[in-house]
C-alpha cells in the first residue's frame, strides 16, 4: 500500500526534488547501469521522480518505462524530458520477464518493511532472465519519518543482500556512502547492483 503522506510531500516539493538531483549529467552508479545493458534494453525506472534518469537512459538508447506514485513527478518528467511516464505504484508492478533491467533508486525505502520480499520477487518476476536489478536504500533499522513527514524503511546491507537472494537474483556489487537529501539530514545509504540468473 503507497503511503498517502509521503506522496503528498513529494507532490509539494516536486520542484525542489528536481533541482536537488538533476543538477548535472548522469552519476557513475548510472552510467555503470546503463553501460552493462544492451542498447533498446527495456528498463523500469521505479519512483522516477522528475525523470532525470529516464531521460539518461533515452539518450544513451535504451528504452525506460518511468514510473512514480506521484503525480506531481509525472507531470514534470512529461513537461521537462518529454517522456512516457505513467503514475503508478509499487504494488502495480506485475508481468514475467518484460525488463532487462529495474532501477530503483531510493524508491523502494519508501514501502513497508514487511511489502519488501514480496515486492523485490514481483521484480524479480518481471525481470528477463539475466535482467539486471538495482537499488538504493538508507541504511539503518525499523521504519521512521523524516522532517518533512516521507515514511523510510531501513535496512542493513545483510537486509538487502536477503531480499534479493530470497527473491533468486545474484548480488553482484554493493557499496555504502552517506549524502545530504531533501529533509536536510546526511543520511547514511548503500546501493547494490543483482542479476537474474540467465537460466531462471
Known amino acids: 500500500m503507497a503511503d498517502a503522506r509521503t506522496i503528498t510531500v513529494y507532490n509539494a516539493k516536486a520542484d525542489d526534488y528536481a533541482r536537488m538531483v538533476d543538477a548535472g549529467g548522469p552519476d557513475q552508479t548510472l552510467r555503470d547501469f546503463i553501460a552493462a545493458l544492451p542498447e533498446g534494453a527495456r528498463v ?15 539518450a544513451a538508447g535504451l528504452d ?21 511516464a505513467r503514475i503508478g505504484t509499487f504494488d502495480e508492478i506485475a508481468g ?8 530503483a533508486n531510493f524508491s523502494l525505502l ?10 523485490f ?29 516521507r515514511l523510510y524503511t531501513y535496512v542493513t546491507v545483510e537486509d538487502l543482500h536477503r531480499l534479493f537472494a530470497d527473491a533468486g537474483l545474484a548480488v553482484l556489487s554493493t557499496r555504502e556512502g552517506s549524502e545530504t537529501g531533501l529533509a536536510g539530514t546526511d543520511d547514511p545509504f548503500v546501493l547494490c547492483l543483482a542479476r537474474k540468473p540467465a537460466d531462471a
Open 44 to 58: 523500469l525506472d521505479l519512483g522516477c521522480g522528475p525523470g532525470g534518469a529516464s531521460a539518461h537512459m533515452r
Open 64 to 84: 525506460p518505462d518511468p514510473v512514480d506514485a506521484s503525480p506531481a513527478m509525472i507531470a514534470l518528467a512529461k513537461e521537462r524530458f518529454g517522456l512516457d
Open 96 to 103: 514475467e520477464a518484460i525488463y532487462d533491467g529495474v532501477w
Open 110 to 119: 519508501h514501502a513497508a518493511r514487511a511489502d519488501l520480499p514480496r515486492l
Open 121 to 149: 520477487a514481483a521484480l524479480a518476476r518481471a525481470l528477463r532472465p539475466g535482467g539486471l536489478f538495482h537499488v538504493g536504500l538508507k541504511t539503518g533499522t525499523g521504519e521512521a519519518r523524516d522532517a518533512i513527514d
